[in-house]
């Protein structure tokens, strides 16, 4: 077992110091390329300069040498001018004084027209921009009026319309109100007549049992009782058809009311 351990051991430090060798071989030639690239470009760059300032010194050499010989060549055709050449060369100041004179008159009546021209353009186009400008003003200022009575009319009728519904509304609650100040009254009276019949009844019924009423009196009071439930069925007759009435017209005053409404919201939508 310790010699199996031992081999084990072994070859694990084995293959360990095989793999840390190849790190550090690949991080070494790593290392080598990127000192190669450095010096590559250190190097690249120095011969570059040096081939530069080569050139540039012998480019300057040779301008020197050709402005020396242009200079001496200028030199030596100065001095060997003849009497013609001269002669040829003042003619032609001459000739070249009067062309300039001739040009410079050219040039001023040229550029006379053209200031005249450009100042007719100018005036043109100055007027035109006035024209320009108060037309846009104008628009302008109608646009501005223009919106302004368009919200104005917005206005009026959304404060119109406004002032309908609250009109609507009052009516509406007035309209509830009296009704309900009917209804409530006519149920009172409803339950009054009630209350009193049942008195009446109870009255003479308490009457009848305690003075043994003949059958005279029994006969005028079912008469009188006949009397007062027809009067009371016309009553309520009549006042239904009064409620009727008046709950129809309140309708067709607030159908009439819905109906401007709708018409009124329909012209503002298309509005």
Known sequence: QAMWRQHVHRSIYIRLHANTVIVQSVFRMARCRINMKEQYHHATAIQCMFRGRRVRQQQRERMLAACAIQSFWRKYMMMNLSASILQAWARQCKESARYKKMHRGFVLLQAETRSKAQRHNFKVAIQSVIVIQAMW????????????HANTVIVQSVFRMARCRIN???QYHHATAIQCMFRGRR?????RERMLAACAIQSFWRKYMMMNLSASILQAWARQCKESARYKKMHRG???LQAETRSKAQRHNFKVA??????????????
Not at 187 to 191: D, G, K, L, M, N
Not at 258 to 271: D, E, L, P, Y
């Open 137 to 148: 003003r104008q628009h302008v200022h109608r646009s501005i009026y223009i919106r302004l």
């Open 238 to 240: 009549f006042v239904l």
């Open 187 to 191: 149920v009172r009276q409803q339950q």
């Open 258 to 271: 819905i109906q401007s409404v709708i018409v009124i919201q329909a012209m503002w939508r298309q509005h």
């Open 168 to 170: 609507m509304k009052e």
